[in-house]
């Protein structure tokens, strides 16, 4: 069956006025055929368009006047109007091989899809594309592409992937960046692998592509207790942790200098790993690499203190508890007695680092925490009048944690309710404070 059958239309669109069909299948625009949602919102952007649409054997033309850049308003079958792409890498980091068995199935694809990157910000490493596919980015100018590149080195780069196409990152990227591609990078950072010297090749050959490539984030890799059979990798100790934040800030500092931006980032992580302060709010420039990690601490707390201002004083607090990462634990005990010495209002409450069971005592991020982990954690503490959580330890858009409980039996089992909360600072102090 097409998947690019039309499923539902919008009342009111410019398609429902010109009349469209669901079950119609799309089929070109302007002449272009129409094969994934890429296609569908490139050519769909023009205010003037000639819609192909077949349903069974017949095929019609439906001309439709819009403005520039107004959605079509039509729903297909699956977002992607394909397919996702799976990934055929065999990355020795790659966190999807060290889930136990027993998990719900989706959490077991690997994706690998140049179209999620460009829509939705997901993460890629070029290795899955095929010709074709490069040169239809260059030619739609799909911009900004987020890229795994992980090392420059055509050798260590084919070793870290397990793909033989590894190798092939700088020749694609210098096609993307002469195509006029802004780029975004990750560099997942494995001890005595790709840190060091290796890691000062990658930085350099891609500042030298700057400005398409516009900001390189660099994270610690995450381990799990699951690596029965897998690649042997170490975790960072706190010195070399502390080694490679150096590294990368002090080569930051060389590209502030020549080209006004430091183009490189470590994650959060990175340092709480090596036992460093966080830079200040300046340092992150413009955030670009925030859903990685880099500056998510330091830009909660700006924001929260901004919350602050007009905010009124001795706002009384019914008691509550915060239950989150080992990692940001500290800092958001911080964060939260600032606020409060702010708006001098006095706070009874808690909170508690999760040491996550689940996955393994290494991986300390909030957003990997399962709910039996803050089930039995949190049973038998004081929790005050309600618990606030990340909203990132839920499935998207659910209220389902990884390990398939649910945010209902969460609550019910520690007789308090349990309140997602977004990752803003904003949101932050309007949960703590109720204004």
Known sequence: MSLTIIKSITPGSPAHRAGLRTGETLVAINGQRIVDVLDYKYYAYDPELELT?????????????????????LEFETYLMDRARSCANKCVFCFVDQLPRGMRESLYFKDDDARLSFLLGNYITLTNLSRRELQRICDLHISPINISVHATDPEVRKMLLGSRRGGEIMDIMMRFAEAGIVMNCQIVSCPGINDGEVLQKSMEDLAAMYPQVKSVSVVPVGLTRHREGLYPLEPYTREKAEAVVKQVESYAEQCLDKTGSRIFWCSDEFYIQGGLPLPEDEYYEEYTQLDNGVGMLRLLEVECMGACLGAPENIPVEPFSIATGVAAAPYLREIIDRAASKCHTKLNYHVYPIVNRFFGETVTVAGLL?????????????????????????????????DDVTLEELSEALGVPVIPVPQDGFDLFEAVFGC
């Open 53 to 73: 649409l077949k349903e069974g054997e017949d095929q019609r033309t439906v001309f439709i006047t819009k403005d520039v850049g107004e959605d079509l308003g």
């Open 370 to 402: 399962t709910g039996r982990d803050l089930m039995d954690q949190l049973k038998g503490k004081d929790l005050g009048t309600r618990v606030l959580i990340a909203q990132n330890m839920l499935r998207h858009g659910e209220t389902v944690f990884l």
